[in-house]
């Protein structure tokens, strides 16, 4: 994904907040299983979203945007809480009216008033894991702005906002490793995917070794097994994450591209035949399936061409699945293939023609709370 790369980016030079107290360094080699994360299609409380302001990037950026949210929030009230974060009262207000404009019911919105840089929740949000009891937890990873690349500050401060608001315990994870939501896939059986041109860069995480981040992840996230593309780094702005172009579709499903797609992506020829044989924990092989990008180049409603788009960057919600459109012929056959997956669900477009000019598509603006 190419997050912002058409917008001024804010260098910040700032450290990362931190609390040595909470969570010491991992030593390699330790993985003791501590907290398992819930896969996406576990069953939610809710999903966050931080809603598009004007303070960072102006009026005409949150404009363009505001119908896309408006979109995503008409549809998941439906099945589970929405939690909105506003950058101010002032904000909330519009975004109040906004959405009764729309028809929305507000019964299951809950607002949250915090300061935001930006908009992808995904990244810099909470990470809700499970303990040894069964207690939801909250994780907060270090964010800085996809390798200092934008302003990050404010949030990277929300899982902590988060945390108190919810009177839930919180595990500061802020001094052990820089990750981003949108970095990692995890399958709900122990397997982890991601690429390490996110993760593994000096930007994030210097000197950190691949088996100091695998003893991270597996005590934190409970992984057992870890499928590393090498990814590629300067790409855009987050160095390549792995949810732009493969996912897990559920613990037996990988869903992806076709090898030209993937091609047209920039996703190294090696790392697409990593992809494409990758095993499960027991080390059967996962079913593929493959989207194809837009059949055109994305237009956005101001007139701006974007190239092609994916749409493996969908949301998985209690009743639905948010997929990404793009007034594309292809909209409709990816969704086609997208409900095969999921036919307790309903599949529904979300219009992202105009997020996509910012780099990220649907699931890099969601969040989930597990239930």
């Given at each position: 994904m190419r997050k912002m790369e058409n917008l001024l980016l804010v260098l910040s030079t700032l450290l990362l907040s931190c609390d040595k107290k909470e969570a010491p360094v991992t030593p390699p080699g330790d993985t003791a299983i501590t907290y398992v994360m819930p896969e996406e299609s576990a069953p939610h409380e809710g999903t966050w979203l931080q809603w598009p302001h004007q303070y960072q990037y102006g009026k005409s950026y949150r404009n363009r945007l505001d119908a896309t949210w408006i979109a995503m929030t008409k549809e998941l009230v439906k099945g589970e809480k929405v939690h909105l974060v506003a950058y101010d009262q002032t904000e909330q207000e519009r975004i109040t009216a906004l959405l009764e404009t729309e028809g929305v019911p507000l019964g299951n919105v809950d607002f949250k008033i915090y300061p935001t840089d930006d908009v992808w929740v995904r990244d810099n949000g909470p990470i809700y894991v499970k303990d040894a009891n069964g207690r939801l937890v909250i994780q907060d990873w270090g964010f800085n702005g996809w390798g200092r690349k934008a302003a990050y500050d404010n949030c990277n401060a929300v899982p902590s906002r988060v945390a108190a608001d919810q009177h839930t315990p919180k595990i500061n994870l802020n001094t052990v490793m820089v990750n981003e939501g949108g970095s990692v896939e995890i399958d709900g059986k122990g397997v982890l995917m991601a690429c390490k041109s996110s993760i593994l860069n000096e930007n994030r995480n210097p000197g950190m070794t691949q088996q100091e981040a695998e003893a991270i992840f597996s005590k934190y996230l409970g992984i057992t097994k870890?499928?590393?593309?090498?990814?590629?780094?300067?790409?855009?702005?987050?160095?390549?994450h792995i949810d732009g172009f493969a996912r897990f579709a559920n613990s037996s499903t990988i869903i992806t591209m076709n090898e030209q797609d993937l091609d047209y992506w920039q996703v190294p020829q090696q790392d697409i035949q990593t992809?494409?044989?990758?095993?499960?924990?027991?080390?059967?092989?996962?079913?593929?399936?493959?989207?194809p990008l837009t059949q055109y180049e994305v237009i956005t409603t101001y007139g701006k061409n974007l190239g092609?788009?994916?749409?493996?960057?969908?949301?998985?919600?209690?009743?639905s699945v948010l997929v990404p459109n793009y007034n594309d012929p292809n909209d409709i056959v990816a969704m086609n293939i997208i409900q095969q997956l999921y036919p307790d669900k309903k599949v529904v477009g979300i219009d992202c023609r105009n997020l996509f000019a910012n780099g990220g598509m649907v699931h890099c603006v969601t969040q989930q709370q597990p239930r």
């Open positions: 870890f499928i590393w593309l090498e990814g590629k780094a300067g790409l855009d702005i987050t160095d390549m992809l494409y044989a990758a095993t499960n924990k027991a080390a059967g092989a996962y079913k593929l399936v493959k989207v092609k788009a994916s749409y493996i960057n969908y949301y998985i919600a209690n009743k």
